[in-house]
């Protein structure tokens, strides 16, 4: 019994990372950021609105959260859909009365499907940013790159005439990219991808065309990741927020300005049973330093202090 | 396949002879970080698959790169705050992609062992020259990189074969005689160390290193509460520290600075660690510190006592 002799070779065993996508860099030995107002910590929350397809085809794998039983998985594609018909607003009632900058990151087809929704968030001016074209529509090595480019410029052109936004910023469906991803949404105007979760800093991504910014979305304080995949309790999801925003507090006071990225989905925060959880959450975040920001507005106050950019 | 793997006997949690740490204390203890580097696109081993998500699975890779460039230096200051030196269990193919981290650990004082080259990288299927050659190549680049004769082993990933442990301490002789190669935490039977009968007759311990109260098994395997979290380590150390009046135990804490480094769980483990360093009995050491002095002060009279009661009580 032997392995092959790959097994036994490391070729990209060198200095920095495995790979070309972005710099070896640690985030306490990097200069220190000012937010405005000289508060120490930005806070991004970002709304997912999503849309899960009923007839999920599940290419590479079943998206987490989406249809698991036989056709037609009525429970989990109702269940989803709640999150934008209930959840949502009172989610935006509990962002309203604390006076927080929410982000949204949208599914295409969930814009092309509901208009109201659009027409909602354009009044009320929200940043969006392209979430893909829908959640079982995944970004991966398998497609070509003609179908990819084609994926993309189908999500971003809807996204982009329905919203009369620019859309900047994007979170591909389950995180999930081809080795493409990055460079083919540069191709097409995106600024910054949030899908990589090593860092509580933006940071540079190379790419085979214009370089990117990598916007670090937390997936372990994500209520999809506490509450769906954890099973923690909602009073557990609070403490670990709160307790995550009294370590950033106090790492900002010595190592200059830090980010929290918090992702909700209003599927599973808006409903009874946890809402006054967002609330109770809110509450203790808006009492403290915290400077909260739409996305693009934290990375342009980011960008600005890097040398690169002057 | 054997049904036992023959490194230790049965020996009963009562009637052991009794242990004593350094200046008299009832309980060791050593925090182990394990220092990662997992490869994006490893070659593909058959039995046992790198990433749950088809190339390249940034998911996995990303929180476990996040360890490094933030959550290192998090878990950092905080043993420097408890005085405690980590047992750093490291990937050393780290030494080359990240050596501001070890440089870092080196002033410290720290004590780096073998955790393979990657930890994508499974010892399932290799043949043992292939893990002999593996084993070597690691520690001969803790030595290269650090100074330092690497005493302890944990096969990456947890990735076993029979001769394991065998390997270990024949290539740690190879290199650096009996200095190198002389303690495992890849055994969970006891919360004492134990003597291993390995096919070199070396002088080799299992130091105890707990499944229990790795945090990656924690938080991923078991999905456990931070506080929760903390709150078990606190348990387990008032339990071991109690017994430690009749032998002396050992509590190891094995960390992943992607997992505890993480900001909502670093509150929980300091206040563990703000606990357990509050009390006066404790040996704040290192696994070699741990293994160096069971074999020179314990080990004959553990072994006489393990045969002792191999016959019945």
């Known amino acids: 019994m032997a392995l092959d002799p790959t097994h036994l070779s490391y070729p990209k065993r060198r200095y920095g990372m495995d790979h070309d996508r972005y710099d070896w860099s640690m985030l306490s030995e990097r200069p220190k950021i000012r937010w405005p107002g000289d508060k120490p910590l930005a806070l991004w929350v970002n709304v997912c609105l999503q849309f899960f397809p009923l007839d999920q085809q599940g290419k590479p794998y079943k998206v987490p959260g989406g249809m698991t039983m036989p056709y037609p998985d009525l429970r989990h594609y109702s269940l989803r859909d709640y999150g934008n018909r209930v959840g949502l607003f009172r989610v935006l009632k509990a962002l309203d009365r604390y006076n927080i900058t929410p982000t949204f990151a949208v599914n295409t087809e969930l814009a092309v499907r509901t208009p109201y929704l659009v027409t909602l968030l354009k009044e009320r001016q929200h940043e969006i940013i392209c979430h893909g074209w829908n959640m079982d529509c995944l970004h991966y090595n398998g497609m070509t790159e003609q179908d990819e480019r084609g994926l993309i410029q189908r999500s971003l052109d809807s996204l982009r005439e329905l919203s009369g936004q620019a859309i900047d910023g994007w979170l591909s469906p389950a995180r999930n990219e081809s080795e493409r991803t990055p460079g083919l949404l540069a191709e097409q105007g995106i600024r910054y991808l949030c899908d990589w979760v090593n860092d509580d800093m933006p940071y540079p991504l190379h790419t085979h065309n214009k370089p990117l910014w990598a916007m670090p979305l937390s997936t372990e304080l994500e209520d999809a990741f506490i509450l769906g995949n954890n099973l923690h309790s909602e009073a557990s999801y609070l403490e670990q927020v709160t307790d995550s925003c ?32 967002l609330e109770r959450l ?14 693009s507005t934290i990375l342009d106050t980011f960008s600005a202090q890097q040398p690169s950019s002057t | 396949m054997k049904a036992d793997p023959g490194f230790y006997q049965y020996w009963p949690y009562q009637n052991r002879p009794k242990i004593r740490w350094p200046g008299g204390k009832k309980l060791a203890f050593w925090v182990a970080p394990n220092i990662e580097f997992y490869e994006l696109n490893p070659p593909e081993n058959p039995y046992r698959k790198a990433w749950p998500q088809p190339y390249p699975a940034i998911q996995g890779y990303g929180i476990r790169d996040y360890g490094n460039r933030v959550g290192h230096n998090r878990q950092m200051a905080l043993l420097d705050k408890y005085g405690i030196r980590g047992s750093v269990s490291l990937s050393t193919a780290l030494c080359e992609h990240h050596p501001e981290i070890i440089a870092m650990c080196k002033e410290r004082n720290w004590e780096f062992f073998s955790h393979g080259i990657y930890n994508t990288r499974y010892t399932y299927g290799m043949s043992e ?12 680049t803790i030595y290269r990189h650090t100074g330092q004769k690497c005493a302890g082993y944990l096969a990456p990933a947890l990735s076993h074969s029979e001769l394991t442990l065998d390997l270990f301490a024949e290539v740690g002789t190879e290199l650096f005689g009996d200095e190198a190669g002389f303690y495992t935490c890849d055994l969970f039977h006891d919360d004492q160390p134990t003597p291993i009968a390995l096919r070199s007759n070396k002088r080799f311990v299992s130091i105890p290193y707990s499944l229990e109260m790795n945090d990656t098994i924690a938080y991923v395997v078991n999905k456990v509460e931070p506080r929760r979290y903390g709150q078990m380590l606190k348990d387990n150390f008032d339990r071991l520290y109690q017994e430690g009046d009749e032998s002396g135990t050992i509590m190891c804490i094995p960390t992943h600075n992607y997992q505890v480094a993480c900001p909502h769980r670093m509150k929980a483990f300091e206040e563990a660690l703000d606990y357990i360093t509050s009390h006066p009995d404790v040996w704040l050491t290192t696994g070699r510190e741990i293994a160096d002095y069971f074999r020179s002060h314990y080990y004959d009279t553990v072994l006489d006592d393990i045969s002792s009661k191999a016959g019945g009580a």
């Open chain 1, 246 to 277: 009294d370590f950033l507090l106090q790492e900002a006071s010595q190592q200059g300005g830090r980010m929290l990225a918090l992702n909700i989905h209003p599927w599973l925060l808006g409903q009874p049973h946890r809402i006054g959880y």
């Open chain 1, 282 to 295: 809110l509450d203790y975040l808006s009492s403290q330093a915290i400077w909260s920001a739409s996305a």
């Open chain 2, 129 to 140: 020259q292939q893990e002999r050659a593996m084993i070597r190549d690691s520690m001969e």
